[in-house]
């Protein structure tokens, strides 16, 4: 975290995000800060120690940067900033299996923020912008700490599964998905 994006008090609202825009290469460090106090803070509980430690490892790993660069090179991956600080990201892309799907990735909001609607903020935008490149239905593979929230907002399970964080070490995950054709654009606003 660089001396300019000190976190704000934490009594600040959603109304207090200021951008919410395409991050760049120099906001990689931040990136991987927010995810791994995110994940430290709102995964930690489900997963044993040696799940965790392997989880945060994975933030650190070339395939995870190979993964946010490609994904702030092709501009689809999106912060929300609380004046300069890095609160949340969520990122977006289309699945190699079916055209009009996009996948959800790396929605994380800093836990100073959580509960604040600012997750909610972010999904929206993402699946906005999915609907404008042409996608009619969203997928996301999610931990159990996040089921809820993406439940609450329309995505259902659609197997559960495991995703390999290190070598031997894999966590539990859910693979969700929500149509969009029927939810419709002005149901997709920027909140």
Same mark, same amino acid.
């Given at each position: 975290m660089t001396e300019h994006s000190k976190p704000p008090p934490p009594d600040e609202t959603l109304d207090a995000v200021t951008a919410l825009r395409a991050l760049e290469i120099e906001h990689t460090a931040e990136i991987r800060a927010l995810h791994d106090a995110s994940i430290k803070s709102a995964v930690g509980p489900f997963l044993t120690e040696t799940e965790m430690d392997a989880y945060r490892a994975f933030i650190q790993s070339p395939a995870y940067s190979d993964g946010l660069v490609a994904a702030i090179r092709d501009q689809r991956l999106i912060g929300a900033f609380v004046g300069g600080f890095l609160a949340g990201t969520v990122g977006w892309q289309h699945t190699l299996r079916v055209d !009009?799907?996009?996948? %959800?990735?790396? *929605?994380?909001v800093h836990p100073l923020f959580s509960d604040r609607g600012i997750g909610r903020r972010l999904l929206s935008d %993402? !699946? *906005?912008r999915a609907v404008h490149s042409g996608c009619r239905r969203m997928t996301a593979q999610v931990t159990r700490a996040a089921l809820p929230f993406f439940e609450h907002f329309g995505y259902t399970v659609s197997s559960q599964g495991t995703m390999p964080v290190a070598s031997g070490v894999s966590i539990p995950v859910a693979h969700l998905r929500r149509p969009l054709m029927h939810v419709g654009i002005r149901n997709l606003t920027r909140h």
């Open positions: !009009e799907t996009a996948c %959800v990735r790396w *929605l994380f %993402v !699946e *906005l």
